[in-house]
């Protein structure tokens, strides 16, 4: 049974760069047709998926956030991490970490899409 586990500091200042780490336990995110995401939910709004990194190791990015995300894994720790650069007080938000397994082609870019997730953390940015 996959588990994930959010962490990284809860409070980062305007323009900075937020990042945080997901730590996973019961599968290898190396693993054939595991995606791994980042989807965040700001106070009073819905969910919005960030991104994923594939089990392949290559990222995609929703468009809207693009230009200011980074997502990477680190293989030997079993962890993927979420950078988001030149934040605003409109980044905050509860960020969950996820994952699906999906065989075949796929493209996961909606947070209905899925099925495990973390507790979720709160960053608040603020000066």
């Known amino acids: 049974q996959v588990q994930l586990q959010e962490s990284g500091p809860g409070l980062v200042k305007p323009s900075q760069t937020l990042s945080l780490t997901c730590t996973v336990s019961?599968?290898?995110?190396?693993?054939?047709?595991?995606?791994w995401s980042w989807i965040r939910q700001p106070p009073g709004k819905g969910l919005e998926w960030i991104g994923y990194?594939?089990?392949?190791?290559?990222?995609y990015y929703s468009p809207s956030l693009k230009n200011r995300t980074s997502i990477s894994r680190d293989t030997s720790k079993n962890q993927f991490t979420l950078q988001l650069s030149s934040v605003t007080p409109e980044d905050t938000a509860v960020y969950y970490c996820?994952?699906?397994?999906?065989?075949?082609?796929?493209?996961?870019?909606?947070?209905?899409?899925?099925?495990?997730w973390g507790q979720g953390t709160q960053v608040t940015v603020s000066s």
């Open positions: 990194i594939a089990f392949s190791g290559t990222p």
């Open positions: 019961g599968a290898s995110i190396t693993t054939n047709f595991y995606y």
């Open positions: 996820a994952s699906k397994v999906i065989v075949g082609y796929a493209h996961p870019n909606s947070p209905s899409d899925y099925d495990t």
